[in-house]
């Protein structure tokens, strides 16, 4: 089976640093994405990750672990503006498939 | 184009009626996907098109729902004799090239509700 696990809430405080993570299981895999969706609005692309390692791009930042089936997200120096959702999606074979987690709802607060 | 655009934003139905959901990918971007999305949770896939071709239905839940991209550009998934359970976000996203590295831009989606 394919099966995305992502924690369903968190919460951390203005100017902290905060590490997403998520687990997965996949038939196949050509990749991992990690979008940030405001409620109510579009999901929109923060990263990509396909070899093993840490991709850095800004104040994010997201590591893959293909042996462990493991990813995380790290946001630095946390604005008011994170409050989002975070989901985790995974390429299957092919390149077409995209199996997406059910989000992490990420609260900042003052 | 300036972004993903779907038409309606919204539709309300009757059930039983057919419902037909517009969706007009940036243009030159090859690839086109199609998601529904209930609260609260990620995207589920759908259908994938690459140029006017269907490379994947499997995510399509039954027979009711089919898609096209006829010239390879605006694609139309239309859901026949509506159930209450298909109430839901549905969302369209297009993406430059069919590998697995590329990024894939999400549209507004159309709220659908079945009543």
């Known amino acids: 089976g394919q099966n995305i696990d992502q924690p369903t809430e968190m919460t951390a405080t203005e100017g902290a640093i905060v590490q997403i993570n998520c687990t997965y299981q996949?038939?196949?895999?050509?990749?991992l994405f990690w979008y940030q969706q405001h409620a109510g609005e579009a999901p929109t692309f923060l990263s990509y990750n396909v070899l093993d390692g840490l991709e850095e791009k800004g104040r994010f930042s997201s590591f893959l672990s293909r042996s462990k089936g493991y990813s995380y997200l790290l946001l630095k120096e946390l604005q008011m503006k994170d409050s989002a959702s975070y989901l985790c999606a995974v390429k299957g074979t092919g390149g077409f498939k995209t199996i997406f987690g059910a989000g992490t709802r990420l609260f900042v607060k003052a | 184009g300036a972004g993903v655009s779907q038409s309606p934003r919204y539709k309300v139905t009757k059930r039983g009626q057919d419902v037909a959901l517009r969706c007009d990918p940036i243009s030159g971007h090859v690839s086109l996907y199609w998601y529904r999305q209930a609260l609260g949770q990620g995207p589920e896939f759908l259908t994938y098109?690459?140029?006017?071709?269907?490379?994947?239905k499997s995510g399509l839940p039954n027979d009711r729902f089919s898609a096209e991209r006829p010239e390879g550009s605006i694609s139309t998934l239309t859901i026949q004799r509506t159930e209450q359970r298909d109430s839901a976000m549905y969302r369209c996203a297009s993406s430059k090239g069919q590998g697995a590295g590329y990024e894939q831009y999400f549209g507004p989606g159309t709220r659908l509700t079945v009543t």
């Open positions: 098109f690459n140029y006017e071709a269907q490379q994947d």
């Open positions: 996949t038939s196949g895999f050509n990749g």
